[in-house]
């Protein structure tokens, strides 16, 4: 009897001792593992992330991380949105290159995209980091530590080591900054995905990174943005001498991927407003708008999202009526 219950309770033990060495391991692994470096120009690479939200298993990674190397220099744009991702996105440049990361350039206000500036920092303190006025003015005001704060609540506190390191360079529209032979072309919008959006042409390459002004099998959130705004600067975008878009979220391709996030937004928006003309109630649009949008049901987040799109929608079009 006694033996059999001591043989259980060295079991219990051992399976306990195996869980605790496997989430020691997880926390361990490199945060990029299993999303590899991808070369897509002459000079560009990029790590398409998970398109899940922050979460505990790709502690805060769910972004693109892009890099060009340049003949002394490298450029990194939107490292990602921890210093843990940040740090793990220098490694896979030094797996490349030992240039010095010298320049920084962030797509928007929302964390995801830019709380592991704070490595490139650590790395090199001269680098600069630009983006948008508007994003280092809602940032600096507030918005840096809802994220701050967002990222340690959804990944259960793997982002704890990440402190908001806000750009300081702020660019103009149409801004092309040379770094030895690669020139970086700054587009910067009014109110799109949100007020704070700059998209990079990285010129030689014909490359554009949007930020989240275009979404790749992956449903977007509008609520900082306009319908209205986000379909014109991809149409805007439409007309860049570029062969290579690399969306915010989601696998990069050439200029379909714009034209293909165009149609997912003027579906939702133009189904909601015949619905509202013909004088249907919010709750009764969302099938409505579900029904036309067969071809983009399978996008990740995609059930969790439409209702807020269709209520944001609805929110713009009263507004842009009267
Ligand atoms: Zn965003």
């Given at each position: 009897?006694?033996?059999?219950?001591?043989?259980?309770?060295?079991?219990?033990?051992?399976?306990?001792?195996?869980?605790?060495?496997?989430?020691?391991?997880?926390?361990?692994t490199d945060i990029l593992s299993g999303?590899?470096?991808?070369?897509?120009?002459?000079?560009?690479?990029?790590?398409?992330?998970?398109?899940?939200?922050?979460?505990?298993?790709?502690?805060?990674?769910?972004?693109?991380?892009?890099?060009?190397?340049?003949?002394?220099?490298?450029?990194?744009?939107?490292?990602?949105?921890?210093?843990?991702?940040?740090?793990?996105?220098?490694?896979?440049?030094?797996?490349?290159?030992?240039?010095?990361?010298?320049h920084v350039f962030n797509t928007h206000?929302?964390?995801?995209?830019?709380?592991?500036?704070?490595?490139?920092?650590?790395?090199?303190?001269?680098?600069?980091?630009?983006?948008?006025?508007?994003?280092?003015?809602?940032?600096?005001?507030?918005?840096?530590?809802?994220?701050?704060?967002?990222?340690?609540?959804?990944?259960?506190?793997?982002?704890?080591?990440?402190?908001?390191?806000?750009?300081?360079?702020?660019?103009?529209?149409?801004?092309?900054?040379?770094?030895?032979?690669?020139?970086?072309?700054?587009?910067?919008?009014?109110?799109?995905?949100?007020?704070?959006?700059?998209?990079?042409?990285?010129?030689?390459?014909?490359?554009?990174?949007?930020?989240?002004?275009?979404?790749?099998?992956?449903?977007?959130?509008?609520?900082?943005?306009?319908?209205?705004?986000?379909?014109?600067?991809?149409?805007?975008?439409?007309?860049?001498?570029?062969?290579?878009?690399?969306?915010?979220?989601?696998p990069a391709r050439g200029k379909e991927?714009?034209?293909?996030?165009?149609?997912?937004?003027?579906?939702?928006?133009?189904?909601?407003?015949?619905?509202?003309?013909?004088?249907?109630?919010?709750?009764?649009?969302?099938?409505?708008?579900?029904?036309?949008?067969?071809?983009?049901?399978?996008?990740?987040?995609?059930?969790?999202?439409?209702?807020?799109?269709?209520?944001?929608?609805?929110?713009?079009?009263?507004?842009?009526?009267?």
């Amino acid at each position: 009897m006694k033996k059999t219950y001591y043989s259980k309770l060295g079991a219990i033990l051992i399976s306990f001792l195996i869980i605790l060495s496997a989430s020691a391991k997880d926390q361990s692994t490199d945060i990029l593992s299993g999303y590899e470096t991808k070369k897509i120009a002459e000079h560009t690479w990029f790590i398409p992330g998970p398109l899940e939200g922050p979460n505990p298993k790709n502690r805060g990674f769910m972004n693109n991380p892009a890099f060009v190397i340049t003949e002394k220099s490298v450029i990194v744009l939107d490292p990602g949105g921890t210093v843990e991702t940040g740090r793990a996105v220098l490694k896979r440049i030094r797996q490349q290159t030992k240039n010095p990361i010298t320049h920084v350039f962030n797509t928007h206000v929302h964390g995801d995209h830019w709380l592991g500036n704070q490595a490139f920092v650590e790395a090199n303190k001269d680098v600069k980091i630009y983006a948008h006025p508007k994003m280092i003015e809602l940032a600096t005001d507030g918005e840096a530590q809802v994220w701050i704060d967002m990222m340690m609540d959804r990944t259960k506190g793997a982002s704890k080591e990440t402190i908001a390191t806000i750009p300081t360079e702020a660019l103009k529209d149409q801004q092309e900054i040379k770094i030895d032979n690669i020139t970086i072309k700054a587009h910067l919008n009014e109110k799109a995905h949100t007020l704070t959006d700059a998209m990079y042409e990285i010129v030689e390459d014909k490359v554009l990174i949007t930020g989240d002004n275009a979404f790749n099998n992956r449903a977007p959130r509008l609520d900082d943005g306009s319908y209205i705004g986000n379909m014109a600067v991809l149409d805007k975008a439409l007309k860049l001498p570029i062969e290579i878009v690399i969306p915010g979220h989601g696998p990069a391709r050439g200029k379909e991927v714009l034209e293909n996030f165009k149609e997912f937004l003027s579906l939702v928006y133009n189904t909601t407003k015949k619905q509202m003309e013909n004088d249907l109630e919010a709750h009764e649009i969302k099938p409505k708008v579900i029904e036309v949008m067969g071809k983009f049901k399978d996008w990740t987040n995609y059930e969790g999202a439409i209702g807020k799109l269709v209520s944001v929608a609805a929110l713009e079009i009263e507004e842009n009526d009267f």
